[in-house]
């Protein structure tokens, strides 16, 4: 058995397959000296294979978008600097059915995530470049800079929805008629990773971004059956948002906290400019402290004008280290 | 088909056939023939060792003709073509008096004995004694002896035409200008150098399978550049080395070799850009690292290149194969790597120094290396009181090799079987001793703290002294394949020659993993049933362990 095991749970809109969206993470982490502007050389990566470190994915975009996986990968590892465009967002991010609030609680949760994510000043929209690469696939998503307005705004409606669809449990019916509650279906399968990660390594430490990391505090905290996780990575995550919280708060408690029973460690990771973390980035004021535990925030930078991408926050040295910190690796 | 036994291999060795076998039984076998020549009676002839002799050396195993030429020296005498093999292999192993001794006494029976056998090795024996003084000026510097290397390759020029003598000839007597020695007489340079080239081309004509004439054709074009500048002669010399690069036979030796000879004769320097054979070596350097994922570096580059690191901005930042700052990491480790030579200065292995605190030791450094290499029990292996080790990025700093010597053996453990996985007892083929004296400034390597998980795109890196020439960096189809199930012995598909043992075996981030100890072509698998090609290496977890530096 090894020392310690990656959970990585990823966060919104369609993913490429499985093992394709494994390969890009582990390229975000791995990737030597990768931005020089925004993080000064020497910047070296993790490459948990060479760490001896396994790792295991857990995926759910197929809940929502299905298995119509694109089949071309041969650019995207080019794609930083190509821009995603209103016209193909519904190919590159997925389709979503429109949410169908029930109640009124449901109806705010939607319009007051949406409100607050659009509130935040992110860095200006590219300038229109008709030469600049097209971002065509989900996977050149994954590691997008370039986003215009128009485009944030659609995805950040996206995460709206897909949030509502699980903190509400909603039962969700995909184009080829298979249904999920949604929130069930999540917590299993998270479940059922870390169950498997407990088997290969002592530590597990569990790596999520964006709406990944609202399952993976739900899991930890309102899971009975969750398996001890010594260190969490939540990062460019909406569980400061209030209304996220107030669906994610234990039974018979009044403010979501630290969940002590089942996570030695939590590292909130966040870039103020990140629209989905930005309305409130800080966590260590909102999750209350249990036994001396509490949430450490950790500002890291993330470039380009979606301040999102998880293979930017990956590139981060702050990031990295406390990573390597984590895995009882060394930077080299 | 592959000999399966030490038995058949043998005779078919003595038939002069090789067949690609397994490292490990080929060693044994060519250990069989040996014992064969301690028995008197043995019926072994003179043809069947020359035979196999002379299809090792070809193939490059000339740790392992040292081994069978020595025997019959020692139980039969000076044989003529025996005497040639062996001082071949010698040269290559870098013991250049020993073989020196062997010319001297062949050459001795060319002249004083009825045998024409040896009279007609005569011109062979002058073109290595020529050799081996080339090599001796290249290591020292001595004029003498540059001047004692052109005689001889112009002695066996003369008498049998050989293209590679006479380019020979050519750049030491450049080489003869450049330290301002007498002028010679007959032929000028450019005289010949245009002889050359026209017997280079017309070989090539007639022999397309063969890429030596191409390289000739290059080097003779390069002498031209040098006594003409203006004629364009550098365009020519180009075009003769991408013809030698790209001919299907010039195989890694083969590039090696003339790229020595441009490194250590002509004084190229593939990151310089001020002369022609500069440009050359650079052209072999990008081809090498494009072609093979392997690099070569000797002393002398690794130190400029530490003083100077913008050069490899310069000159590799546009490759793929390696990043600039692998290469900056990789020359980093040149000190701390070493070389395991016997009384003679023959060759024996690698090792490379690391942190005794790496190994629970209360010692600044330690050195590193096999037990089949230095031991006091294992066969065949050197005693720890005949071992040398030099480093070479020291012996050229110093202008002439530096050897230390050991202090005391601090932890050994015998050899096991390629491929077999025990839980007890351990027996891990590594030899950790003190040295008297350390080179100084080194502060040996880093040790990585886990053991990498075999995937895909999971590499185990080689750095040693294979047979003979600088210390080279294996990094092409550098696949770790596995690691058995106790973290001891890990496989990897790494390209091994003769002189890797002791080698360290490096993570993508340069760390020591591993102790490089064999090879076979038919590994037990570690995990699961079958076998296939793998060299092994023993983890330092391993090692650490059995020390009791780690849990």
Not at chain 1, 83 to 98: H, S
Not at chain 2, 135 to 142: I, R
Not at chain 2, 268 to 285: K, M
Not at chain 2, 459 to 479: E, M
Request: charged fraction near 25%; hydrophobic fraction near 40%; glycine fraction near 8%.
């Amino acid at each position: 058995m090894k020392k310690y095991t990656v959970v990585f749970v990823h966060g919104l809109a369609k993913k490429p397959p499985p093992e394709k969206l494994e390969e890009i993470w582990r390229w975000g982490l791995s990737r030597p000296d990768p931005n020089n502007d925004a993080f000064p050389n020497p910047n070296p990566g993790i490459d948990l294979d060479v760490e001896g470190v396994p790792a295991l994915f857990n995926y759910y975009a197929d809940v929502f978008y299905g298995e119509d996986y694109e089949s071309e990968f041969e650019s995207y590892y080019e794609a930083e600097n190509a821009v995603v465009q209103p016209g193909n967002l519904d190919a590159v991010a997925g389709e979503l059915k429109p949410a169908q609030p029930a109640n009124e609680r449901e109806r705010r949760f939607l319009a007051e995530f949406e409100r607050k994510m659009n509130a935040q000043p992110t860095p200006p929209a590219p300038p229109a470049d008709p030469s600049a690469p097209v971002v065509t696939e989900a996977a050149e998503l994954e590691i997008a800079s370039w986003l215009p307005g128009p485009v944030k705004e659609a995805i950040i409606k996206k995460a709206a929805m897909e949030a509502y669809y699980f903190l509400f449990d909603k039962e969700y019916q995909r184009k080829d008629g298979r249904r999920f509650k949604v929130r069930q279906e999540l917590r299993n399968r998270l479940l059922e990773v870390l169950d498997k990660a407990g088997q290969q390594g002592e530590n597990i430490v569990l790596v999520t971004h964006s709406m990944g990391t609202m399952v993976a505090y739900d899991v930890l905290r309102n899971c009975p059956s969750c398996p001890p996780v010594d260190t969490l990575f939540t990062i460019g995550s909406p569980l400061g948002v209030q209304e996220v919280q107030d669906e994610l708060v234990a039974e018979g408690e009044n403010q979501v906290d630290f969940p002590v029973a089942t996570l030695r460690r939590w590292i909130n990771v966040y870039d103020p400019k990140d629209p989905v973390c930005g309305a409130d980035p800080r966590f260590a004021n909102d999750y209350k402290a249990v036994a001396g535990k509490s949430v450490e925030d950790m500002e890291e930078s993330n470039w380009g004008s979606w301040r999102h991408t998880i293979t930017h926050y990956f590139a981060g040295k702050l990031f990295r280290a406390r990573v390597a910190e984590a895995l009882g690796v060394q930077l080299r | 088909m592959n000999p399966q036994t030490v038995e058949a291999l043998s005779s078919q060795l003595k038939r002069g056939e090789y067949g690609d076998p397994p490292l490990q039984l080929l060693a044994e076998a060519a250990q069989r023939i040996a014992d064969e020549l301690a028995v008197p009676s043995a019926r072994t002839t003179q043809q069947e060792i020359r035979s196999a002799m002379q299809v090792l050396n070809r193939h490059r195993h000339f740790d392992l003709t040292r081994l069978i030429g020595q025997a019959w020296h020692d139980t039969r005498g000076c044989d003529a073509r025996v005497q040639k093999h062996l001082a071949q292999a010698l040269i290559e192993l870098g013991a250049f008096d020993a073989a020196d001794g062997l010319l001297d006494e062949a050459i001795q029976q060319a002249t004083g004995s009825a045998n024409l056998e040896f009279v007609a090795e005569a011109p062979e024996y002058q073109g290595l004694r020529g050799r081996v003084r080339k090599q001796k000026f290249v290591q020292g510097g001595d004029v003498n002896l540059l001047r004692a290397a052109t005689d001889a390759y112009l002695q066996q020029y003369i008498a049998t035409g050989a293209l590679w003598h006479g380019v020979n000839v050519i750049a030491l007597r450049l080489r003869e200008d450049r330290h301002g020695l007498p002028a010679r007489g007959g032929d000028s340079v450019p005289q010949l150098a245009r002889a050359v080239l026209e017997k280079a081309r017309d070989a090539g004509r007639r022999n397309a399978r063969d890429p030596w004439s191409l390289a000739i054709a290059c080097e003779a074009c390069l002498a031209l550049q040098d006594t003409e500048p203006a004629a364009g002669w550098c365009d020519q010399s180009e075009l003769w080395l991408y013809r030698f690069l790209a001919h299907p036979a010039a195989d890694p030796f083969a590039i090696e070799s003339y790229y020595r000879q441009l490194r250590e004769v002509w004084n190229g320097n593939p990151l310089g850009t001020d002369s022609c054979v500069d440009r050359l070596a650079g052209i072999i350097e990008r081809h090498v690292a494009r072609t093979q994922r392997r690099w070569s570096v000797d002393p002398r580059s690794a130190m400029d290149l530490a003083k100077h690191p913008e050069e490899l901005e310069k000159n590799f930042s546009g490759e793929k194969a390696f990043t600039v700052g692998d290469l900056r990491n990789m020359l980093a480790l040149c000190p701390s790597i070493g070389c395991v030579i016997d009384a003679s200065g023959v060759r024996m292995g690698t090792g490379f120094l690391m942190a005794g605190s790496a190994f629970g030791l209360q010692f600044d450094l330690v050195f590193v290396t096999n037990a089949h290499v230095i031991s006091d029990t294992v066969p065949r292996s050197l005693r720890p009181e005949e071992a040398r080790i030099t480093f070479e990025t020291e012996s050229v700093s110093a202008g002439a090799p530096r050897a230390h010597i050991i202090d005391r053996v601090l932890f050994t453990s015998e050899p096991e079987e390629v491929g077999r996985v025990l839980e007890k007892p351990e027996k891990l083929d590594v030899t950790i001793v003190s040295l008297k004296t350390l080179p100084a400034d080194v502060k040996g390597l880093a040790r990585a703290t886990n053991i990498p998980l075999p995937a895909p795109t999971t590499k185990a890196f080689l750095v040693g002294h294979p047979r003979a020439g600088p210390l080279q960096f294996s990094v092409h189809d550098s696949l770790l394949l596995d690691v058995c199930r106790y973290e001891r012995i890990m496989h990897y598909r790494t390209p091994t020659e003769a002189g890797s043992s002791g080698s360290p075996v490096f993570n993508s981030k340069w760390e020591v993993v591993a102790l490089h100890h064999a090879g076979s072509q038919k590994a037990r698998r570690l995990n699961g049933p079958g076998e296939y090609q793998a060299n092994e290496g023993i983890t330092l977890r391993a090692i650490r362990r059995a020390m009791g530096a780690e849990g």
